[in-house]
Nanobody, 118 residues
Framework: QVQLVESGGGLVQPGGSLRLSCAAS????????MGWYRQAPGKQRELVAT???????NYADSVKGRFTISRDNAKNTAYLQMNSLKPEDTAVYYC????????????WGQGTQVTVSS
């Protein structure tokens, strides 16, 4: 079992930045992949970004060039740096981790709210 705790959400103006953090309860060396999903009210959950143990990353088209996913193995923490935020980025953001090869989301965090509004 892996527990994930997100932090860093909040209210930001359009064009602003936030960095989300995801602290894992065990060494992320044992985790194959980590990711961030988001879900806006009335919309389906969307995969935003993923990072493998080796550091390979993938992004949804809607966030490419604006968001950066990273992981610090020494701190058992993953991050999502979000720049040039738009109102449509408003959502609850969930951190995920997978120990199963080929998967991104065996485990989920509780979510953190990001609101982009003036």
């Amino acid at each position: 079992q892996v527990q994930l705790v997100e932090s860093g959400g909040g209210l930001v103006q359009p064009g602003g930045s936030l960095r989300l953090s995801c602290a894992a309860s065990k060494s992320i060396f044992t985790i194959n992949a980590m990711g961030w999903y988001r879900q806006a009210p009335g919309k389906q959950r969307e995969l935003v970004a993923t990072i493998t143990r080796g550091g390979s990353t993938n992004y949804a088209d809607s966030v490419k060039g604006r968001f950066t996913i990273s992981r610090d193995n020494a701190k058992n923490t993953a991050y999502l740096q979000m720049n040039s935020l738009k109102p449509e980025d408003t959502a609850v953001y969930y951190c995920t981790a997978a120990t199963t090869l080929g998967r991104v989301a065996d485990y989920w965090g509780q979510g953190t709210q990001v609101t982009v509004s003036s």
